[in-house]
Structure formats: structure tokens, C-alpha cells
């Protein structure tokens, strides 16, 4: 059970999974800041055990430094309660890991090649965990294409190394259908694998819209496909001018 939660807390911390997990392949506008505060709820089950996870309204940070170079900061806080034959048998309410980093612009599509960026991001142990651990990496190649006024496929290539020293891939595929500029649904796949075998896999079905000029709401369900696990996640996103 302990190897599957490290699981979840990769899928819903490490890629920042949002109701979309999928990075996107181009910045913020220099000069603007996008505040995405996101929340997950996720329910795993194996044999006579089951974990709650809820990540609780986290912030996310992107701020656009130059044309092409975007800053972020995250600082997930978490709440996970552990059960064994319906007890209750372990509570936590914490901070996640902190990531801090940058994603840099590096072409446009052009033609079939896909619009591209390389995500980099420091992954900084918080708490208790802060003096026995060392800091990890995700390093994340973002691409999309879009196909007509409408169609957009989005995927993510990465690498993981955890504070704890554990390194995996993982890559993300993402297919969303835009009706208008205030209305999308979109369907996800996401997997994570070492060298030796596949991990997990997971499939996220959602909608999104504009409220206003620079507000966005996006709600998703997923399913794990690999485990007994289901979650349920949403994200408002605020674009401001600094």
C-alpha cells in the first residue's frame, strides 16, 4: 500500500496535476502573472485497506519573466487519512514538497512539428522531511499540435528524480476539443514508468469554461487504470498584469 501512495502523491504533487496534468507547451505573456489554486480529492483502495488523499486549494505561481521564459512556484498543502478495515489508522495534514523553477519557449508549430517547451523544476522537501532528504528534479519536454481552429493535442515527456532518491518517467497525453473560446472538454492519459516496468496508468475526462475576462474553471474525474483508484479534481485559474 505504501508503494501505490507514493503513487498517488507523484501523480497529484510532482506533476502538479491539475484537472488537466498536461504542461502547457508555451508560457505566460511577459510581465503577467496566471494563478491556478487547484484541488484534488482521490480515494484508493487495496484488499482491507483504503487512503483519502485531498490536496486542499494549493497555489500554483506562473509568472511570465521575459517573452519566452516563464517562472513557477508551487506549494501544495495535503491531507491524507489511512484506513485498515474501515478504521482509521494514521491522519496527516501537511505541506507537500515545494517546487520552485522555470519553463522556457522553444519554437512554434510549424506544420506537423509541434509546438514545444522544456520544463525544469527543483522539487524542495518541506517539514520533516527537509533535513533527512536532498532536493529532486522534474525535467518535462511539453509539446502540442493543434489540428484546425478547434482540436488541440497536448503531450509531456519527463523525467523524475524524488527527494527520496527514486527516478521515473512519466508522459502525459492530453486531447481537448474547444466548442468556443469560453467552452473545451478534454480527455487525459497519463503514465509513469521506470526502466524495468510501467507503473501506473491513469485515465482524467473533464470540462473547463471562462467565467469572466481572466478568470477559468476546469473540473475533471479520473480513474486509475492500473489500481483501484478514483479522484476528482478542479482548478480557477487568474490572469493578472503585474
Not at 496534468?21 to 494563478?35: A, D, H, K, R, Y
Request: charged share 20%.
Amino acid at each position: 500500500m505504501r508503494t501505490n501512495y507514493l503513487l498517488i502523491v507523484f501523480i497529484f504533487i510532482v506533476c502538479a496535476c491539475y484537472c488537466q496534468t498536461v504542461e502547457p507547451s508555451s508560457g505566460v505573456e511577459w510581465n503577467t502573472i496566471q494563478l491556478e489554486f487547484e484541488s484534488q480529492y482521490a480515494i484508493e483502495k487495496e484488499n482491507n485497506q483504503k487512503l483519502n488523499y485531498w490536496s486542499l486549494p494549493s497555489l500554483l505561481v506562473r509568472y511570465g519573466l521575459l517573452s519566452k521564459v516563464e517562472f513557477q512556484f508551487n506549494l501544495p498543502v495535503v491531507r491524507e487519512r489511512l484506513f485498515v478495515n474501515n478504521k482509521l489508522v494514521e491522519e496527516s495534514n501537511d505541506f507537500g514538497d515545494m517546487q520552485i523553477g522555470m519553463s522556457v519557449d522553444l519554437w512554434k508549430q510549424k506544420r506537423i512539428l509541434p509546438e514545444a517547451a522544456l520544463m525544469v523544476r527543483a522539487i524542495v522537501p518541506v517539514g520533516n522531511a527537509r533535513d533527512t532528504m536532498d532536493a529532486g528534479t522534474i525535467i518535462s519536454l511539453n509539446l502540442m499540435n493543434r489540428l484546425g481552429n478547434q482540436f488541440f493535442i497536448g503531450y509531456n515527456l519527463g523525467l523524475v528524480r524524488q527527494p527520496d532518491g527514486f527516478s521515473s518517467g512519466f508522459y502525459i497525453l492530453n486531447l481537448t476539443y474547444e466548442f468556443s473560446q469560453k467552452l473545451h472538454i478534454f480527455m487525459e492519459q497519463f503514465g509513469d514508468f521506470t526502466f524495468d516496468d510501467f507503473l501506473s496508468h491513469n485515465l482524467n475526462i473533464g470540462f473547463g469554461g471562462t467565467l469572466c475576462k481572466n478568470v477559468a474553471l476546469d473540473i475533471s474525474l479520473g480513474k486509475g487504470l492500473s489500481a483501484k483508484m478514483n479522484y476528482v479534481g478542479m482548478i480557477l485559474t487568474w490572469v493578472l498584469k503585474s
